[in-house]
């Protein structure tokens, strides 16, 4: 049966590392609706799968998801924001969030065609969330995720800069610590970005500094929560301590932001963008007091040329829904329908 205002709506899905999200986006109005919210069938529920078996349910999943919300029909259009550099053919070349270490390229734009019957667009979950803050921002920004890893998009000129085999906005991956037994990231290697100051690497920070300081931890207002339990601290626990105000949990996020803070000013001394939009899960549920520790620590290491006033102003966060991905693609897919469909873009 057709005809019905749910005609009228793309498909589109957002995974990351940690949540699936299906949705209709109505490109009349910018909005999404009938969103559906589920564990992602990667690695964070299957720990130690292979690559390839994380890849064929992950892919599985999305299909499903996808019937699901359409009632076993086509999409009338179908776009998907995903957690990893995507070249302009739809191939995943990475997802470490998703499915942990390289593996091979998986052709996702080219599957989801061939089992959903729509041409499927696929692009990185920070490219689409660039496009919904397109349509507001009235000048060049960077947007900077904070959750199960970090990534990075610069919008400039009408586009997001990205070359076509898809390199770029993965800050995450910059190494800020070369030491030996520097901490792990999702990739496999040691050291980067989002090992440090992602959501998992707060949580994995804080707990190593609730057994190193043991009468700091237990001091402290997150002990209270945690039952006085290392093992039992979660990025939930962590963020209310913070917006709490409780010394210890600040004192270790401050700590991991020194490296997020370094990134950022070298991203403006070498583009020369003058606004940041912090969003991710994280850093939003933590809310205002990251921005401002964030904000004190880019002054305390300075950006040329520019004043505490100057910073505090380039920085804000981003809007307070996990809704990111699935209304930019939306906005990316009304953009592209008046021309032909492609199987995917960086």
């Known amino acids: 049966m057709s005809g019905g205002p749910a005609d009228e709506m793309f498909t589109v899905v957002d995974v990351g590392g940690t949540t ?21 069938d990667g690695m964070h529920r299957t720990p130690g799968a292979p690559v390839a078996v994380l890849q064929r349910r992950v892919v599985d999943q999305i299909v499903r998801e996808v ?7 086509p999409p009338r259009a179908l776009g998907v924001a995903f957690a990893g550099p995507i070249t302009a053919a739809g191939l995943v070349l990475t997802a470490p969030t998703v499915w942990g270490r390289r593996g091979d390229p998986l052709p996702l734009g080219e599957l989801l065609t061939e089992r959903t019957g729509t041409p499927a667009v696929v692009v990185n979950d ?13 000048g060049d920004f960077c947007l900077l995720t904070i959750s199960s890893g970090i990534g990075n998009k610069v919008f400039r000129g009408g586009e997001v800069l990205l070359d076509a085999d898809g390199h770029g906005g993965e800050l995450g991956h910059w190494v800020c610590d070369p030491s030996p037994d520097a901490p792990l990231c999702d990739c496999g290697d040691r050291g980067h970005l989002g090992a440090i100051a992602s959501g998992r690497g707060v949580l994995a920070a804080t707990r190593r500094a609730a057994h190193a300081r043991r009468s700091a931890f237990r001091d402290s207002r997150l002990a209270a929560s945690c039952g006085g339990r290392a093992d039992r601290i979660d990025n939930r626990a962590i963020a209310a301590a913070v917006r709490a105000g409780d010394p210890f949990t600040t004192e270790v996020l401050r700590g991991t932001l020194t490296p997020l803070a370094q990134a950022v000013s ?9 606004r940041y939009i912090l969003m991710g899960g994280f850093a939003l549920a933590v809310g205002e007091p990251y921005r401002r520790l964030l904000v004190a620590e880019l002054v305390r290491l300075g950006c040329f040329g520019l004043g505490p006033g100057q910073i505090d102003a380039m920085v804000s966060l981003g809007a307070a829904d996990d809704d990111h991905g699935l209304i930019g693609v939306g906005r990316l897919l009304a953009d592209r329908m008046p021309a032909p469909f492609s199987q995917g873009a960086s």
């Open 126 to 138: 920070l490219t689409a969330a660039a496009w919904r803050y397109a349509a507001t921002e009235p």
């Open 266 to 274: 070298g991203v403006f001394a070498s583009v020369g963008v003058c």
């Open 20 to 40: 699936l999200r299906v949705g209709g986006y109505d490109p009349a109005t910018g909005t999404v609706h009938r969103v559906r919210r589920v564990p992602v």
């Open 67 to 73: 019937a699901a919300h359409t009632g076993g029909r």
